[in-house]
C-alpha cells in the first residue's frame, strides 16, 4: 500500500508541476464538482484539459485510497481492542 501510495503522489506531482508552470488556477470547488469545472476552468485552459483532468482524477483516486486506509485501520484496531482479553 505504501508503494502505491507514493507512486500515486509522484504522479499527482508531476502533473502538478505541469499545471503551476501554465498558471492553471481552480480550487478546491473546482476539484469535487464536475460541473463547476466545466463551466468555470475549462474554458480559461482549453490546452491544458488532459493535465486537468488527469491531476483531478488522482486526486480524487488518492483521497478515495486514503479513506479506505483510514477505515480499515479504524476496523483492525477496534477488532484488536474487543479481543484484546
Known amino acids: 500500500m505504501l508503494f502505491l501510495n507514493l ?3 509522484v ?3 508531476r502533473t ?3 499545471l503551476v508552470e501554465n498558471r492553471v488556477e481552480f480550487g478546491a470547488a473546482h476539484l469535487f464538482n464536475r460541473e463547476k469545472m466545466e ?3 475549462m474554458p480559461l485552459y ?3 484539459r488532459e493535465e486537468i483532468e488527469t ?3 488522482h486526486m480524487r483516486y488518492s483521497i478515495r ?3 479506505v486506509l483510514i477505515a480499515l485501520i479504524t476496523l483492525f484496531g ?3 481492542m474487543y479481543f484484546r482479553e
Open 11 to 13: 504522479k499527482v506531482l
Open 7 to 9: 507512486y500515486f503522489r
Open 65 to 67: 485510497m486514503a479513506t
Open 46 to 48: 482549453p490546452h491544458m
Open 16 to 18: 502538478y508541476r505541469k
Open 39 to 41: 463551466a468555470e476552468v
Open 55 to 57: 491531476f483531478v482524477n
Open 78 to 80: 477496534a477488532i484488536l
